[in-house]
């Protein structure tokens, strides 16, 4: 399931419900103490990796109605609740309006320790009365509803509730659905949310105050705490094994006591056998260390911060894989914390290629300008703070754009040398691998990922207006912009997109083009795509070269569907061939533009369109230098 959408009540500084939405990657933007983590925190709750305590209800509001709701879409298509038979969220009545799943905990914040007083699905639900509760009623009680409302259960195997409860609503000729609170902590609701938590995400939280100091367990170096993972995983057996050592040891202590008494008692009754033991993780030693054998304490806060962000990354996939979640949602606060420029864009570029995996979420916080620069304006939810303390959380467009940099001081870097418009974040893999290649081979081509890492060149995925390419357009900076459309329709129509390349070659210093294939993945080698799945022990084969305008991502997910077995494409449904486009779309454009050579892009490329686009970003960023 992924997380589409989140609600927060009476929780710390949000007396009245705000809502914020979730994409496959979010940031939080804004300034200090505006309730960026309070929201990071709610989610840590919901999802059971943290506890709610006193501190956490919202003092101007009802501390016994804190309440948590995450809407979730992605639902699973079938659920065992009862008898091994699979029923659906659609059938039970418990999907909302949208036909997402929203799951809303209700805690009483005014004890010491607050408790979840409630757990409903907010859904669109039957209101007849006998036809509204059938999820609280147990199997006899569900046998007796429908006797007193007529209905026949014949040829229904009264032992299946889900059955039961689907003959009776399919008796009724409206049931009057409305969206109503659904009790899922009782009785078949209670077995509804026992099936669902399998399918729930992992979610992770890395704190921004996350202790990193030399005196932290944790950040003397990560591996300590996977010793005591592991040492906790075979704790019973451990114990077993201490338990005999001691009773050994306490049996030839005793008797040599007695024998001593046998020699000398008044020594004897001055001795009494004692058995310590240490604790089992400090039996272990491992460090992480660098080239220097500089151990990861002593390095600089930068680094250990690195360190333990990436621990706190390959923590969480050994967690999701250990409850077989098929979803992980990796929060993090403030990553750019204690980060030098360069590694900041370099674990933005890193939480953007994760937040593209299949079943992966990325959250970030910020207030820092650089990190919100870098990203596409979809992808930010400004929380904005009036003057009477109440909080607003408006989603990233062109028109909160201004906002937001007024917000964060997002002003022009002045090292940016050129502006690179693309479609997407798989465009700007692909660039970048191609010029690598290229640069490699000894072309006179620049590197694209180093000018970015070095902050002369920013990439703009044009889903949105991103606060980057505002920031570009402020006439007494005159940074120059280029701008790559795929072309999409086939000659002789129009490049879909030849309104927007028409009005950015009317600017003074910016170029725009559209490809003259179908879009980029049209540039890849047949062969290197073959050879890119042979790696991911995937094997399959393509006749000859794609022709110009053949949608190679629904060519090549087709392929990999068949190679895999299962029903035929065509059964699939629109969402799950959408998936397995997207995925192959993003192993093409990484995996297999890894396997391109100069050669091989000779054939797919003739008339040399890349390079030529290399060359003209080569030439704005000359052209700004001189």
């Keep these: 399931m992924k997380l589409v959408g989140l609600t927060v009540e009476n929780f710390r500084c949000y007396s009245t419900p705000i809502s914020v939405q979730f994409g496959n990657l979010t940031a939080l933007v804004g300034r200090n103490d505006v309730g960026k983590s309070t929201l990071m925190d709610a989610l840590a709750v919901f999802f059971e990796s943290a506890k709610p305590d006193k501190d956490d209800a919202c003092k101007s509001g009802d501390p016994k109605q804190m309440r948590i709701t995450c809407e979730f879409d992605s639902t699973p298509s079938r659920l065992i609740v009862d008898t091994d038979f699979p029923t659906t969220l659609l059938a039970e009545h418990l999907l909302g309006p949208t036909g997402n799943l929203v799951i809303q905990k209700t805690y009483n914040g005014s004890i010491g320790t607050p408790s979840v007083t409630s757990i409903v699905a907010l859904a669109e639900h039957p209101t007849v009365e006998g036809y509204d509760d059938l999820l609280s009623l147990k199997k006899a009680e569900l046998a007796k509803r429908a006797a007193d409302l007529g209905v026949d259960l014949d040829g229904i195997d009264k032992r299946v509730n889900a059955l039961v409860r689907a003959a009776i609503w ?6 009057k659905k409305a969206e109503v609170a659904v009790p899922l902590d009782a009785e078949g609701g209670k077995q509804v949310w026992a099936a669902l938590q399998p399918y729930l995400p992992t979610f992770a939280l890395f704190k921004s105050d996350r202790a990193s100091t030399d005196q932290d367990a944790e950040a003397q170096d990560p591996l300590k705490a996977a010793i005591r993972e592991a040492v906790k995983s075979v704790e019973a057996e451990l114990q077993k094994v201490q338990d005999f050592v001691e009773s050994e040891v306490s049996k030839i202590a005793k008797a040599t006591v007695e024998k001593l008494r046998e020699m000398d008692p008044t020594i004897a009754e001055t001795l009494n056998p004692v058995v310590s033991t240490r604790k089992w993780d400090t039996l272990f030693s491992t460090s992480i260390t660098g080239d220097e054998g500089i151990p990861l304490n002593k390095r600089g806060s930068g680094v250990k911060r690195l360190v333990l962000l990436n621990f706190f990354r390959a923590k969480a996939e050994k967690d999701a894989s250990a409850k077989n979640a098929s979803s ?40 820092t ?16 703070r009036a003057d009477d303390g109440s909080r607003e959380i408006i989603e990233g467009s062109p028109a909160t754009s201004e906002d937001i940099a007024k917000s964060l001081g997002v002003l022009p870097d002045h090292n940016v040398k050129v502006f690179v418009g693309v479609e997407g974040p798989h465009d700007i893999t692909f660039l970048k691998g191609i010029s690598r290649i290229l640069n490699a081979a000894g072309e006179d081509v620049l590197d694209l990922e180093q000018l970015e890492l070095d902050g002369e060149l920013i990439f703009v995925p044009l ?21 790559m459309c795929d072309r999409d329709n086939q ?22 083009v559209a490809t003259q294939k179908r879009e980029l993945e049209s540039y890849l080698h047949h062969d290197a795509i073959c050879e890119a799945y042979a790696q991911n ?40 061939r959408r998936k397995k486009e997207s995925k192959a779309k993003r ?26 686009w290399l060359a003209t970003i080569t030439q704005m960023i000359a052209g700004v230098g001189e």
């Design 369 to 384: 300008p650089m990190l919100a620069r870098y990203l596409d304006e979809d992808n930010l939810r400004f929380i904005k």
């Design 537 to 576: 022990q995937i094997t399959i084969t393509f006749p000859g070269p794609f022709a110009d305008f053949d949608d190679v991502p629904s060519m090549v997910a087709q392929a990999v569907h068949g190679a895999n077995g299962g029903d035929p494409w065509g059964s699939l449904d629109d969402e799950k």
């Design 170 to 175: 399919a008796s009724c000729a409206d049931l």
């Design 491 to 512: 000659p002789p129509a129009d490049p879909k997109y030849a309104a927007h390349i028409a009005a950015i070659n009317a600017r003074i210093g910016c170029q725009a």
């Design 587 to 612: 192993l093409l454009n990484s995996g297999a533009v890894s396997q391109m050579t100069v050669a091989r892009l000779a054939q797919t490329d003739p008339d040399n369109e890349i390079r030529g």
């Design 328 to 367: 992980v949602i990796y929060a993090i606060e403030e990553p750019e914390t204690s980060q030098h420029p360069r590694n900041q864009r370099l674990l933005l570029n890193a939480l953007r290629d994760l937040s593209t995996g299949e079943g992966r979420q990325v959250i970030v916080t910020t207030h």
């Design 463 to 483: 889903g949105g207006s991103n606060l980057a390419l505002w920031a570009s357009r402020l006439a007494p900076f005159n940074r120059p912009e280029f701008h």
